[in-house]
C-alpha cells in the first residue's frame, strides 16, 4: 500500500529499548514450576502456537512499503512475538505440560493475514491483538500461580505497545480512503471481530472462568478495546 513514511523513529527506539530491558531483567525464575489448571493449560497451548509464526509475510510486506525505519521496527516486533512463545513454552514446562503442534485458529489467522497486502495483515493482526490485550489480562489478574502471573505481565506489558504500533500505520494508511470507504471498512472490521470473538469464547471459555472471567465480560472488554482501535485508525489525522 502507499504511504507517507511518516515519523518511526520513535516505535523504533520504543522496540530497542524493551528489548534492552528484557536483557536486563533475564527469564522469570522458572525452578519454582507452575500450577495450571487442565482449561488453562490447553488454552495457552493454543495462544503459544499463535505467537510462534516466523512473521516472514509481515516483514516482506514492510521491506515493499518503502520504510527502512518501520521496517526495522515490524522484524522488533515479530521477535517480540516470538519471544512470548518462548516464554508460553517454558511455563507450560514448569507446569508439567507440553506445546501443541499447531492449531485450526492459528492456521486460519495465518490464511487470512496472508491474503492481500500490508493494510489487510495488519487489520487481521489487529483482531489477535486485541484479543490478547483481554486475554493476558486476564490470566494475569486471575490465575494464583506467581509465575504464570510475571509471565502473562510481561506478555502484556508488551501487547500495551504492539496496539498503538499497528494503529499507526493503519491510521496513516486510511488516509487516502474517502469517509464512505472507511465507514465501510470498519463494517467489514467489526464483522471479523464478531467472528473472532465467538470462537475465542467457545474455544477458550472454560479457561478464562478458571482465572474468574465469564465469557460475557471477556466479550465486553474486547469489544471496547477495539472500538478504540477502529476510532483511532478511521479518524483523519
Known amino acids: 500500500m502507499t504511504v507517507e513514511t511518516g515519523e518511526f523513529t520513535n516505535w ?16 522469570p525464575d522458572w525452578g519454582q514450576g507452575a500450577q495450571l489448571s487442565p482449561p488453562l493449560v490447553r488454552s495457552l497451548q493454543r495462544f503459544q502456537v499463535g505467537e510462534d509464526g516466523d512473521g516472514g509475510g509481515l516483514m516482506g510486506k514492510a521491506d515493499l512499503a518503502a520504510d527502512p525505519v518501520y521496517a526495522d521496527a515490524v522484524r522488533l516486533f515479530v521477535a517480540e512475538e ?48 486485541v484479543v490478547a490485550l483481554g486475554y493476558y489480562r486476564a490470566v494475569h489478574d486471575g490465575v494464583r500461580d506467581p509465575l504464570s502471573t510475571e509471565v502473562a505481565g510481561r506478555i502484556l506489558a508488551d501487547e500495551l505497545r504492539h496496539v498503538p504500533f499497528h494503529c499507526d500505520r493503519l ?4 488516509q487516502e480512503f474517502s469517509r464512505l470507504s472507511r465507514a465501510a471498512a470498519s463494517v467489514l472490521w467489526w464483522l471479523s471481530l464478531a467472528g473472532v470473538v465467538t470462537v475465542v469464547v467457545l474455544d477458550h471459555g472454560h ?5 474468574g472471567v465469564s465469557r460475557t465480560a471477556f466479550a465486553c472488554e474486547v469489544v471496547a478495546g477495539f472500538h478504540a482501535v477502529v476510532t483511532n485508525v478511521m479518524s483523519p489525522l
Open 12 to 27: 523504533l527506539r520504543d522496540f530497542e529499548g524493551a528489548a534492552l530491558l528484557r536483557r536486563t531483567w533475564g527469564d
Open 82 to 129: 516470538r519471544e512470548h512463545a518462548r516464554l508460553l513454552g517454558r511455563l507450560l514446562v514448569a507446569a508439567g505440560a507440553a506445546t501443541i503442534a499447531g492449531h485450526w485458529t492459528d492456521a486460519v489467522f495465518v490464511r487470512l493475514r496472508r491474503l492481500l497486502g500490508l493494510r489487510t495483515e495488519l487489520m487481521v493482526l489487529m483482531l489477535a491483538e
Open 171 to 174: 491510521r496513516r494508511s486510511f
Open 207 to 211: 479457561a478464562l472462568r478458571a482465572v
